[in-house]
């Protein structure tokens, strides 16, 4: 009898050995998103203040067990962290990352150059006038410098230029512009360079693949590259909804920046499920369009079809990012649930929308399961 219970035991250590060895190659184990795309590309979210204070604690619970890379917000742009000058505030943005430093994660600087939140003073004198170009030079200069240069070694990639490009390829004409004319995103590159040579370098833009600003883009970053400034990869922000872009604008776009020499990554990704005014398709904060009941149909939940829809077209995109896995270093998701999301109040405000991957009880959507299953099963 003890010889037949010593072989049992053989047998069942043996299958439960296999078993364990079948789920570490095939992602059995893996029920994550982290976990499943390890080895492809690094999966991120965006932290808000409450979540970076870790006052939101069942946010903050979904962030260490599903994402291995952050972006914060608001707190590292120049406007909050230099709201006057010379005076630095980096109370957030020293716990943000130390927030990704004690838990191993992909830190992400967002971001540097942006005409959004940049501070007024940027631009003018203690009379109000416009600045030199000079002045502006020297004052870009100083703020990356400082900001950079304080978290070396630390944020692994700064979105060191965002939102540079219009919808029809041009260069915005923000104070930036009007003050140093293009140049300004070449000097902002160099600097980032030269206060952390180590740190990766992204230009970060949205609606990347309409065709006429995804070849301004592309025409912008091989200029700097031709000029000999460093830039890493090209942010594709991804706030799309389910029926525009088509993946084949998609697919192009991602091919154009890669053919450049440079990563890809996507850096701010959500899709809407409501429907959206044609011409408020962009992610330009500005525009906003008055509440009408027709743009937000879904006050009391998601029905079936809109959930198998939301979940076809993540599965969708994510497969173009697998079979680009060898460009792709990171997906970051825009939030970290439904009830946070910014697509709640653009470009219609006041709707209920579910864009992301977790809802408003911070519980996983179906969708989560449809990707790791996903990146579990792929195969090119």
Not at 28 to 38: N, P, R, S, V
Not at 147 to 156: E, F, I, S
Not at 253 to 271: F, P, Q
Request: aromatic share 12%; charged share 25%; glycine share 8%.
């Amino acid at each position: 009898m003890r010889r037949k219970f010593n072989s049992l035991q053989t047998l069942f250590g043996g299958a439960l050995a296999l078993a364990v060895s079948l789920g570490a190659t095939t992602g059995f184990a893996q029920k994550t998103l982290k976990d499943a795309y390890a080895g492809k590309f690094v999966i991120g979210t965006a932290m808000n203040a409450q979540q970076i204070n870790e006052e939101d604690t069942s946010s903050v619970r979904v962030i260490k067990e599903n994402f291995n890379a952050i972006v914060a917000e608001n707190c590292m742009k120049a406007g909050p962290i230099q709201p006057k000058e010379g005076e630095f505030d980096f109370t957030l943005a020293d716990k943000f990352v130390e927030f990704g430093v004690k838990n191993n994660m992909h830190v992400t600087g967002h971001c540097l150059v942006w005409h959004s939140q940049a501070p007024r003073w940027f631009f003018t004198d203690s009379l109000g006038n416009q600045v030199s170009p000079e002045v502006l030079k020297e004052r870009m200069k100083k703020h990356i410098y400082t900001v950079v240069g304080r978290y070396k070694g630390k944020v692994k990639g700064w979105d060191v230029v965002n939102e540079a490009i219009e919808d029809d390829g041009s260069y915005r004409k923000s104070k930036y512009y009007q003050i140093l004319g293009e140049d300004f995103i070449k000097y902002a590159f160099q600097y980032a360079h030269e206060a952390d040579p180590n740190c990766e370098l992204y230009y970060n833009d949205y609606s990347e693949a309409i065709p006429a600003k995804r070849d301004g883009i592309a025409r912008m970053v091989k200029k700097l590259k031709d000029q000999g400034i460093r830039i890493d990869a090209v942010g594709m922000q991804c706030h799309i909804g389910l029926d525009y872009p088509t993946l084949a604008e998609y697919e192009d776009a991602i091919k154009t920046y890669s053919a450049l020499g440079v990563k890809v990554m996507v850096t701010e990704m959500d899709i809407s499920v409501l429907p959206t005014p044609e011409w408020g398709r962009g992610a330009d904060i500005a525009t906003n369009v008055a509440y009408q009941e027709k743009y937000n149909p879904y006050t009391k939940g998601l029905p079936d079809s809109a959930r198998v829809a939301l979940e076809n077209r993540y599965s969708d995109f994510f497969k173009l990012f697998l079979k680009y896995d060898d460009a792709f270093t990171r997906v970051t998701v825009w939030g970290v649930n439904d009830g946070l999301s910014w697509k709640n109040g653009f470009p219609v405000r006041g709707r209920t929308d579910y864009p992301l991957l977790f809802d408003r009880k911070n519980e996983p959507k179906s969708v989560v399961k449809v990707l790791v299953d996903l990146a579990n099963n792929y195969k090119k």
